[in-house]
T-cell receptor
Framework: DAGVIQSPRHEVTEMGQEVTLRCKPI?????LFWYRQTMMRGLELLIY????????DSGMPEDRFSAKMPNASFSTLKIQPSEPRDSAVYFC??????????????FGQGTRLTVV | TQLLEQSPQFLSIQEGENLTVYCNSS?????LQWYRQEPGEGPVLLVT?????EVKKLKRLTFQFGDARKDSSLHITAAQPGDTGLYLC???????????FGQGTILTVHP
């Protein structure tokens, strides 16, 4: 397996534009997580899915953020409209989460988003 | 909300020194993990601890899970420049597999 695949790796956009980040999890993993990482706030959990169903979206900062998982092999995180304070590295991770010893999260390489 | 507090946030030491990073919470976790992250990459798992009081060793790294499963520590013996990086603790919630991270500790080991 190629691991978790995120696209794009880098995104520069103007304030007010819509941004869509994409993620392909590892096949067979039931859980998918979206995180945002900044120096100030560290690695924040935005939302996570279990079997394509959103379980907890309490970390989504505002209504401008939305996430979907239409099937087991694809998820999107959308920001509309984007603002400069959304600039961060966004990570997608997947995990089997089967039993206490099988909870490793595998991360993609992240999308570095810059909103100008 | 299950919060994990990591300390210290920054650690700058000389090669050969020992160090300990702490991860504390008021919540109980079903397991606790430690990750290491290099610049431009996602975090990579070092270890998972599951049982209260558990101690795991990975070469010069020693990980401990508190008896009450609320806190953990990472101890590095004789640090080397190759240990430089961001160390993150993460707790798996007691239901539905919620994975929450601490703020991280940026470790710099000078030759």
């Amino acid at each position: 397996d190629a691991g978790v695949i995120q696209s794009p790796r880098h995104e520069v956009t103007e304030m007010g534009q819509e941004v869509t980040l994409r993620c392909k999890p590892i096949s067979g993993h039931d859980y998918l997580f979206w995180y945002r990482q900044t120096m100030m706030r560290g690695l924040e959990l935005l939302i996570y899915f279990n079997n394509n169903v959103p379980i907890d979206d309490s970390g989504m900062p505002e209504d401008r953020f939305s996430a979907k998982m239409p099937n087991a092999s694809f998820s999107t995180l959308k920001i509309q409209p984007s603002e400069p304070r959304d600039s961060a590295v966004y990570f997608c991770a997947s995990s089997p989460m089967r039993g206490p010893q099988n909870t490793e999260a595998f991360f993609g390489q992240g999308t570095r988003l810059t909103v100008v | 909300t299950q919060l994990l507090e990591q300390s210290p946030q920054f650690l700058s030491i000389q090669e050969g020194e020992n160090l300990t990073v702490y991860c504390n919470s008021s919540s109980v976790f079903s397991s606790l993990q430690w990750y290491r992250q290099e610049p431009g990459e996602g975090p990579v798992l070092l270890v998972t601890v599951v049982t209260g009081g558990e101690v795991k060793k990975l070469k010069r790294l020693t990980f401990q899970f508190g008896d009450a499963r609320k806190d953990s520590s990472l101890h590095i013996t004789a640090a080397q420049p190759g240990d430089t990086g961001l160390y993150l603790c993460a707790g798996v919630g007691t239901s539905y597999g919620k994975l929450t991270f601490g703020q991280g500790t940026i470790l710099t080991v000078h030759p």
